[in-house]
């Protein structure tokens, strides 16, 4: 065991390592789309803009409000598990739970929330701000579960600390409900999909936890965020994260 300084470096040196491992930002060839930090003004126009290599879409902005929030909940000791609904090829559940291992930490569970077949048909009826929404037919968004679990099982992460809900968000996300949770992350996209995780989720969210919303930008997904704080008189600042990602922190 080194000294702290020393611990510290290696921390670092990991923890930098993953983040741009994930976001294949190592290798060569380079992915055909550039990440999201890279250019602040637009988000991913189509299919073909999307990474071809990555295990995530995110950014390195990203990811650092990722390690920010996490780091946080474990210095203060914030209850909870950690969660992201939506992880297309895993990247930030895999750098969620490479933040777990790196601290040591062995009683807090990563949870992958997704349907591992994209993104549901859009209920209008129900749901209207999602009318038109053509997010269900970009086969690109349809990951398996046995390919995320292969990614884990890649940076030696794949443990029983990590747990994969496999469904619709509207049947999965009920079953725990009653958890504690010190991190969710939201990755739905459509207002839909946002609502299922704010409603389940958000009352199991420690005071002193983080709520952070992958697809801000997007305005079905902007409008159910704002809906629900509302109706239930959530006043804590949103705080921008790049062009798209946005978080607050619950104090109340």
Not at 23 to 33: C, G, S, V
Not at 91 to 108: E, T, Y
Not at 205 to 229: K, N
Request: charged content about 30%.
């Amino acid at each position: 065991m080194g000294t702290a300084s020393e611990v510290s470096e290696l921390y670092r040196r990991y923890v930098t390592l993953l983040k741009h491992a994930v976001t294949h930002t190592l290798y060569q060839p380079p992915d055909p789309a550039r990440l999201a930090d890279e250019d602040t003004e637009r988000a991913p126009t189509d299919v073909s803009d999307r990474p071809r290599f990555a295990q995530t879409m995110v950014g390195l902005r990203r990811l650092d409000n990722v390690q920010e929030c996490v780091e946080e909940v474990l210095a203060t000791d914030v209850r909870g598990d950690l969660i992201e609904t939506g992880v297309w090829r895993g990247g930030v559940a895999i750098f969620m739970r490479g933040l777990l291992a790196a601290h040591g930490v062995r009683d807090r569970i990563v949870f992958a929330a997704d349907s591992f077949e994209g993104l549901p048909e859009p209920n209008p009826e129900e749901y209207p701000a999602d009318d038109g929404d053509e997010l269900h037919t970009i086969d690109a968004l349809a990951v398996s579960r046995a390919e995320v679990e292969r990614n884990f099982d890649l940076y030696g992460l794949l443990d029983d600390q990590v747990r994969f809900l496999e469904g619709w968000f509207r049947d999965t996300l009920p079953v725990v409900r009653e958890r504690s949770w010190a991190v969710v992350r939201l990755d739905g996209d459509m207002y839909e999909s946002t609502t299922d995780a704010l409603v389940n989720l958000y009352p199991g969210l420690s005071v002193g936890g983080f709520l952070i919303i992958d697809d801000y930008a997007h305005t079905p997904c902007r409008q159910a965020v704002e809906d629900y704080r509302t109706a239930h008189g959530i006043d804590e600042p949103i705080k921008r994260i790049d062009f798209t990602g946005a978080f607050w922190q619950r104090r109340t």
